[in-house]
């Protein structure tokens, strides 16, 4: 049966001098109680509140493509951007212009060492997934706003271009796929996370420490593949890329180059080929095709 978040009455839950740091607030209890579930609302996102009455996922068993790419599906965020199509926009009508002058808030989780969160929360089988500071991901019961897991990927110990820290708290995201949570770091590493424990079950770097690139972009996860790609060539040059690797094990799949390499080193492909030719001086000098899924930077 369908998740159902206890009552607040008028007035109750607001804040006196809230403590530094941000405060993630959980569920938002609508009335009248002709309403039968409770929203969601992560600073500003609304998603569900467990398992809403449509909602056919239990857990992470069947996020396969089809769940993934299913936009009449109202109770679960499965993706960045909900969808394949990354429309961000839900079906859920509970909350509306009549209902929404009556949402109380139900629960809080204070954050004391975030300074700010950019990303989207999953919410799937009535549990909230999001990233923060530090690229440190959570899992948060959606109903009681417990913390059920937290991985923090100490990306501090990777860094070794202190020039490059202010992009620390920058991270647009995660997502789910099969059993799994797939989170990019700052630092170059693709890391497949246990959805039940929060424990990596696979890391791959996906460029060398100290090449001068970065992540703040989301993985995206369809077909059985994670694909990553990376920012940094306005940085130093470089050429960005795509990679993709497979779900459950970790390996390289295949890699694509936004754009073509140095002539003298041979093209990886008759596409790199065909890019070259509309290219010109020496463009390999400088690098570029800064790549964060789903847009391409030329």
Known sequence: MPHRCPSIPPGAGVLQDPPA????WGAFALRPAGLSAAALLLLLPITGCGPAPDSDVRGFQGIDDAAIADTS???DWLAYGKTHSEQRFSPLTQINLESIQDLRPEWYLDLP???GLVSTPLAIGGVLYFVGDMNRVRAVDGATGE???????????????LR???????NRGITAYGDKIFQATWDGRLIALDAATGQPVWTQRTFEVGSGLYITGAPKAFKGKVLIGNGGTEVVPTRGYVTAYDAETGELAWRFHIVPGNPADGFESDAMAMAAETWTG?????GGGRERLPRLHL
């Open 113 to 115: 060492l975030d300074n």
């Open 164 to 170: 490059r820290a202010t992009g620390w708290v920058h």
């Open 147 to 161: 913390l059920l897991w937290e991985h923090d990927p100490g990306i501090s110990e990777y860094l070794s271009d």
């Open 21 to 24: 740091g941000i405060r993630v």
């Open 282 to 286: 020496e463009w390999w000098r400088f």
């Open 73 to 75: 599906r109202a109770g």
